[in-house]
């Protein structure tokens, strides 16, 4: 299974992309743990092994073999996978916390694998910066500090770090809180600080490792909006890790779904539920509200000519819960309009199989 | 800022106060009795005087007795190490001990420092006779006279049985600074014991103190003079007579033990160095009762080295000056 | 003479109960099939030692010698004679001997000895109160700061002031040395697995090794003086702040050092900003470690001259005298009681202040200076007035102590002796006797098969490969019939050790104030030299193997109840909630789910035990258990045994060895 396999409506995912360079480049990623690990990319024939039997053959895991993603300027791009896919591990070779074993990796048209010591921690005081699941918060420090120590590393000022960290505490909500300890807040505070201190050096990309997954679910729902928020308000391209679909769906620009370490398929969320790739894609989104998710563009069917055209009009990309209203109002179909070319209309049948859920496979 | 400020000022006001009441009250200053630090302190020509102490008694007594006179009529500075024996020893080769006062035999120690390393030197007898040898509790001697002789000792070498000694009679033996040939002697001797090592003269003497109390049968490794004799006279028991040369093969020794004539070694260094001291460690020579005495005073009056060393030497005053000529 | 082994320590022991899992459910079959290999192994032994007694047992007498040990004679003869001559020692020893004398000549003309021109040290006995008083204040709290003068003013009254004071002139120099080689090394060993995997046997080494091994070659080195007591009690207690620092650094949350290297930081600032400030708990525990195994040799290094308490305690013991000696061995339990909680203190200060939001935070700073300037006047005064500098009291409080201890002491001597030799002679003829006949008059090679194959059951392949280079190493050393001894009390030892650790760690485990009311005693009987309580004990049971192991238990016992006790305390509430739900009456619960919940805590018990016990055969060799101990005494007191001392001290660092890897890999099979 490859990614070009599963690439089958991608409307809008990898490379041929209209709005100049990506920010994040990535080809042909590998990263094998184990003895010898840079022969696995090497070899054709260790490369078609599963995991399994590479790990039987030789002793190696492969966590990531052959990702390939652009990651385009300001927006969200999710990473989603189960425990095990490998998921995290790319994120950290993404920054080089974690060595990549074979691949391209340019960042804003650099090569960053090619980096040394000194110019990968240049990108990462001023380009990058990560969110971790559990934190990684320094005890010892007061929120301000922890939230300042990016900037202290870069060599900054006292008196001014800590006046950006105020500012930075006060955008994430946690104003009044700049004196506590870490180990005096709640899980959902501490990543509030953990959120902060990433957005305090004011990088290009946010690295978040499954941030909110030790949260509560109340919490992490407040998180998620907090996220949305940022982006709104803040406007960074963001990689995001998350094995939670409705996560992923619900920040997600565009998402990647792993498994065993592969690309499963690459798209946005509409393009995952309306064409899941295989059947692990398609059981992972079974349960999702396909009417939240959907928009017009993958229920519309072609107008025939029995059908009334003087409905009212909407967008392709209106979700389908927005459009139902409309459309069960309108006693005549809905006619889906791009650019004043009609591409199809959508009627109540179309709307209710979505809706009640019956839609079982299109 | 301000408040903090007036705690500060409160709190030096107070110190202030406390300070000159302290003071005011002070009493005598360090420095004032300057003359009794200085009584011992103008050394003379003898300057300072490094004597090692082995860790037992009758040491302790020589090397208390030898100080005080070498600091109240030679007016050196002493400095006792304590020290054990082999250590002491190599004190001599790197200038940190003048004098080893009461010496064991060591011919391992003599031949490698005095002949081959050339860094000590023999100063002469301390006048006590060193017996080693095996000792009974005097219950034992009293209650059963012929124990005292070698050739009984298998007639009770059963009633020596004990734990350790599997089936055998029990030779309790090791004090382990001293050498032993009692394998080979029980071995050579055909006796039906069995030689347990109790490690430490702590030990041992231990053991003979219960023995004695309780009347146990012990039979074991001792040495006069030796200060617990004054607690408990032990008996020694009569092995075959030393000769010349029975000693010699350590396998095949079945002969006592020899009187060994304790002395005194110094380094080379102190030697040629013309000190007062030198000539009173060369000189000095004493008793077994007169060591006993001195021992006594320390292990069981308790008294501090020093006060053991004056009571005696202000009694025998006669026998310092001599020392001292 | 204690040599204590921290070979893990108390802040490891509690990391490791923490992460013992439940047992899986194939580990009871497992377990039964292991049981049923290790009998057989041992009824095949039974079978040969019977066909094969006393063949091939390798004895050797006691004045014997191999021609490893006359090698060893001759190197250490060399060493003494060109040591004039060689530039390793006119430049190197030398100057090291040099900074270290200076050092502690220089803090015991601070508190303890006279200085130029003064008849008394610089600082008398009201500024050293005040400034430990204060200091403990500054880095603890209140509470422990009242203790450490309370503790330094019974100093004075014992009549042990400046006693006290050299030794702790010497503790504090040898720590410090210490811990300027064991932190950078230990965070070295936290950082890189390769160094932690090359030091931890010179580690294991520098611990297991008998003090009276390397105690005269040492002055040698560094001569008589401070330079070396200062350096002998550093290679003892280096270890475990070493071990601690590097498992602190370990310790450090991944995802923390992650975040860090994710910002960018440099290795050193990663380093500086979080490794170390992050493990600065964990290694004020390995601090406290490093100054209780100073203090356990305080009276070891009295042999080569340290000033001190632990001249005291020897010049007390030559003449058996009980009472001087107790007196002087409690001056050290209470110096070690004050440091120890000092620095336990010290480790959990600013998390305690933290908590107690900032209330007296604002008075703090005020009330440090205040106590700074009072504590300038004390030391002024103690300077400059006679009753300052000299403690006032005769030291009346000491010879009270003194002659209660006596009066006990003969009063259990003759009262207690028909009791104990019953039970000394059910454990020797019942136990140790067989026990010791089968290691000593089987084959050597018998022996060492048996060893290994239980290697291999109990800790898998690589303990068994472990086994067997010790198994030849011990053979090698030409003592094997000394260690086989040696091997019988030590096992015997160890079951007593574990069988009073059980009932005491569950005692403590289940009761907080059973636990409060034993621990000062369990600290105790860790500092106090042992020959102040051996000599009641030799009259009680005799110079016997007995009376060593009775030695060892005192030394050994307090840690494996502090480890069982802890072990007890982990394990969760809601487990034991859920037993009494069921019905379990106390002996249930204590049988079928502490125990057994416990078990990690049960196996470090062993290995720590074991390895305690082992520490303590020197000691026992001065007592009557005779072997290895006794070659090792024997060798540090007379010339030409000096080799066979050496080698003695190698057999018991390779049982060490060979038990301590053995029963962790077991620890790790059961919990794995």
């Known amino acids: 299974m490859t990614p070009t396999q599963t690439a089958v409506p991608q409307l809008s995912s990898t490379p041929q992309d209209p709005d100049g360079t990506p920010v994040i480049s990535v080809r042909r990623l590998w990263k094998v743990f184990g003895p010898k690990a840079e022969q696995v990319p090497e070899s054709e024939e260790l490369c078609g092994l599963t995991r399994r039997e590479l790990m039987d053959r030789t002793g190696c895991t492969a966590a990531v073999r052959d990702v390939n993603f652009d990651v385009r300027k300001g927006e969200v791009f999710v990473v989603m996978g189960l425990s095990g896919s490998g998921k995290s591990t790319l994120v950290r070779c993404l920054t080089r916390l974690i060595e990549p074993t074979a691949g391209e990796l340019v960042f804003e048209g650099e090569d960053i694998r090619e980096a040394d010591g000194k110019r990968l921690r240049d990108l990462r005081r001023s380009k990058f910066s990560m969110v971790f699941q559990h934190f990684g918060l320094l005890p010892h420090r007061r929120v301000v500090d922890n939230v300042a120590f990016g900037l202290e590393i870069r060599g900054m000022g006292k008196a001014e770090r800590i006046k950006r960290a105020l500012e930075v505490v006060e955008l994430v909500g946690l104003s009044g809180y700049e004196n506590s300890y870490p180990d005096q807040l709640s899980g959902g505070m501490q990543q509030r600080v953990g959120l902060a201190r990433a957005l305090a050096g004011d990088p290009d990309v946010l690295f978040f490792d499954e941030p909110f997954s030790a949260l509560d679910p109340l919490i992490r729902r407040d998180m998620q909006n907090e996220v949305i928020r940022l982006h709104r308000e803040v406007g960074k391209t963001m990689v995001f890790i998350t094995h939670d679909l409705s996560e992923a769906l619900k920040l997600g620009d565009r998402i990647l779904i792993m498994r065993d370490g592969k690309m499963v398929q690459c798209g946005t969320g509409d393009e995952l539920v309306g064409a899941p790739a295989d059947d692990y894609v398609r059981e992972f989104v079974k349960d999702v509200p396909r009417g939240d998710v959907l928009t017009l563009r993958w229920i519309m069917r072609p107008a025939e000519p029995d059908d009334p055209l003087d409905g009212p009009e909407l967008g392709p990309d209106v979700v389908v819960k927005e459009a139902t209203r409309a459309v069960l109002a309108a006693d005549k179909p809905v006619k889906v309009v791009e650019n004043g070319e009609l591409l199809g209309i959508v009627g109540d049948e179309e709307i209710l199989a979505v809706v009640a859920g019956q839609e079982g496979d299109m | ?325 | 003479m204690a040599a204590v082994i921290e070979k893990t320590d108390k802040p490891d022991a509690v990391g490791e109960l923490e992460k013992v899992p439940e047992p899986l459910p194939g580990a009871g079959v497992r377990r039964v099939g292991r049981g049923t290999v290790v009998a057989a192994i041992l009824v095949v032994w039974l079978v040969l030692f019977f066909v094969l007694k006393g063949k091939q047992t390798l004895t050797l007498a006691a004045a014997d010698l191999t021609d490893l040990h006359r090698w060893f004679n001759d190197l250490n003869d060399s060493i003494g004679a060109n040591r004039n001559s060689n530039p390793l020692f006119i430049y190197f020893f030398n100057e090291i001997r040099l900074v270290i004398d200076t050092l502690v000549t220089f803090i015991q003309e601070l508190i303890s000895q006279s200085s130029v021109g003064r008849p008394v040290p610089q600082i008398g006995w009201l500024g050293v109160v005040g400034i430990v008083g204060y200091l403990s204040w500054a880095v603890g709290n209140w509470r422990v700061a009242l203790l450490a003068v309370a503790g330094f003013t019974f100093f004075g009254l014992q009549g042990l002031w400046q006693e006290s004071m050299d030794t702790l002139a010497l503790t504090v120099s040898a720590v410090f040395v210490a811990l300027l080689f064991a932190i950078p090394l230990g965070v070295w060993a936290g950082l890189s697995d390769r160094f932690n995997r090359i030091i931890t046997p010179f580690l294991d080494f520098m611990q297991t090794m008998p003090t009276f091994v390397y105690l005269a070659p040492l002055t040698l080195f560094f001569l008589i003086g401070p330079a070396s007591a200062t350096i002998a009690t550093l290679i003892y207690a280096a270890p475990p702040a070493i071990r601690i620092t590097a498992h602190a650094i370990r310790s450090v949350p991944e995802t923390t050092v992650e975040a860090a290297d994710s910002l960018g930081a440099t290795r050193r600032q990663a380093l500086m900003k979080v490794l170390l400030p992050m493990s600065k708990r964990t290694v004020v525990m390995g601090v406290n470690q490093t100054i209780m195994a100073a203090l356990a040799m305080v009276t070891i290094a009295a042999l080569i001259d340290a000033p001190g308490l632990g001249k005291t305690v020897m010049q007390a013991l030559e003449s058996l005298d009980v009472g001087t000696a107790f007196n002087a061995g409690l001056a050290i339990v209470v110096l070690a009681i004050v440091l120890d909680r000092v620095t336990t203190a010290a480790s959990a200060r600013e998390e305690a202040a933290r908590r107690s939001k900032n209330r007296f935070l604002a008075w703090r700073r005020p009330l440090l200076g205040v106590g700074a300037a009072v504590t300038a006047v004390l030391v002024y005064l103690s300077h400059t007035y006679l009753w300052a500098a000299e403690f006032p009291s005769e030291g009346d409080t000491g010879s009270a102590i003194s002659s209660t201890t006596d009066t006990v002491t003969t009063w259990v001597q003759d009262n207690l002796s028909g009791i104990t030799n019953a039970f000394r002679d059910a454990i020797t003829y019942g136990l140790l006797n067989p026990f010791q006949t089968l290691l000593t008059d089987s084959p050597w090679w018998l022996v060492g098969a048996a060893l290994i194959a239980l290697g291999v059951v109990l800790g898998g392949w690589r303990a068994g490969v472990t086994t067997a280079v010790c198994v030849g190493l011990l053979v090698g050393t030409g003592v094997w019939s000394d260690s086989m001894t040696t091997l019988a009390s030590t096992l015997v030892a160890t079951v007593l050790v574990m069988l009073l650790g059980i009932v005491f760690g569950v005692w403590m485990g289940r009761s907080a104030l059973v636990d409060r009311l034993l621990r000062p005693s369990l600290d105790a009987a860790q500092v106090m030299p042992p020959f102040v309580y051996l000599v009641p004990f030799l009259a009680l049971f005799g110079a016997t193997r007995f009376t060593a192991i009775v030695a060892a238990i005192v030394y050994a016992a307090p840690v494996a109840m502090k480890i069982i006790a802890d072990g007890v305390r982990n394990v969760p509430a809601t487990t034991v909630e859920a037993a009494t739900s069921a019905g379990c009456n106390t002996w249930q619960i204590i049988t079928k789910v502490q125990l057994p919940m416990a078990r990690g805590a049960l196996t470090l018990a062993t290995n720590q035990g074991l390895i305690y016990v082992l520490s303590m055969v020197v000691v026992g060799g001065l007592v009557g258990a005779g072997a290895l101990g006794y070659d090792v005494v024997a060798g540090f007191s007379q010339g030409q045994l000096f080799g066979k001392g050496l080698a003695a001290g190698f057999a018991i660092v390779l049982l060490g060895v060979m038990f301590d890897r053995i029963t962790q890999a077991a620890a790790r099979r059961t919990s794995a």
Request: charged content about 25%; proline content about 4%.
């Open chain 2, 1 to 325: 800022m301000a408040r903090q400020a007036r705690q500060w000022r409160v709190g030096a006001a107070g110190l202030a106060v406390l300070g000159l009441t302290l003071t005011a009250c002070g009493g005598a200053k360090v420095g004032d009795s300057s003359s009794e630090a200085d009584g011992s302190g103008s050394s003379g020509k003898c300057g300072t005087f490094n004597v090692a102490v082995n860790p037992w008694v009758g040491y302790e007594a020589n090397a208390a007795v030898i100080a005080y006179v070498a600091e109240n009529d030679l007016g050196c500075k002493v400095t006792k190490k304590d020290l054990k024996e082999e250590i002491a020893w190599q004190g001599f080769g790197t200038g940190e001990v003048d004098a080893v006062v009461e010496n064991w035999g060591h011919d391992d120690l003599k031949k490698k420092y005095i002949t081959d390393q050339k860094t000590a030197v023999d100063a002469g007898p301390t006048g006590n006779e060193g017996l080693i040898g095996w000792y009974v509790p005097p219950w034992l001697a009293k209650a059963h006279p012929d124990i005292t002789d070698w050739n009984n000792l298998n007639k009770y070498a059963s009633k020596f049985k004990t734990s350790e000694s599997g089936g055998k009679g029990q030779l309790l033996d090791g004090d382990p600074s001293f050498v032993t040939n009692d394998e080979a002697l029980v071995k050579n001797l055909k006796l039906d014991y069995k030689v347990v090592y109790a490690g430490s003269e702590t030990a041992l003497i231990q053991t003979f103190r219960k023995a004695e109390k309780n009347k146990e049968w012990v039979i074991g490794y001792f040495y006069e003079p030796q200060w617990f004799m004054s607690e408990v006279p032990l008996e020694k028991v009569k092995l075959p007579e030393y000769k010349e040369g029975c000693d010699a093969d350590a396998e095949k020794v079945d002969c006592d033990y020899p009187v060994y004539k304790l002395d005194k070694i110094v380094s080379a260094k102190f030697a040629k160095s013309g000190s007062p001291a030198y000539d009173l460690v060369k000189n000095f020579n004493w008793t077994n009762d007169d060591q006993n005495v001195v021992a006594k005073y320390i292990a069981v009056d308790k008294m501090t080295p020093e006060a053991a060393a004056k009571k005696w030497v202000d009694a025998n005053r006669d026998k310092v000056d001599a020392w001292l000529k």
